[in-house]
């Protein structure tokens, strides 16, 4: 199994009870989008803490040896492999404005908002 993968299932695994919860979530969230935004930022705001914390464990062994130059691909398919599992994953964070046009026509627009 590559490194990355390996990670990736440790991971998941000393986070069982979080990801599971997160995974019910996401499944709820990808039907209705617009009821679950907000509690979807606060889960998935912890849930990206412990991706990151993973995805620089990853790295780190890289960064400081001779195959630094691979360190931003093993991090990008660490994020790919998060992606393929929470294919929504990157719409933690966003914050959705309505406003109203003409009557009865809605406009939105979408911001990041930054989770540093």
Aim: with cysteine.
């Amino acid at each position: 199994m590559t490194k990355y993968k390996e990670y990736f299932m440790k991971m998941i695994s000393e986070n069982k009870e979080i990801f599971d919860s997160f995974a019910k979530l996401h499944l709820d969230y990808s039907l209705n989008q617009d009821g679950l935004q907000e509690k979807y930022n606060v889960e998935g705001e912890k849930i990206m803490e412990i991706v990151h914390e993973y995805e620089d464990r990853l790295c780190k062994n890289t960064e400081n040896g001779i195959y630094n130059k691979f360190s931003g691909g093993l991090s990008e398919k660490f994020q790919g492999l998060v992606r393929a599992h929470f294919p929504l994953i990157d719409h933690v964070g966003l914050i959705i404005e309505k406003s109203e046009m003409n009557d009865s026509t809605e406009l939105f627009s979408l911001k990041r908002i930054d989770l540093t």
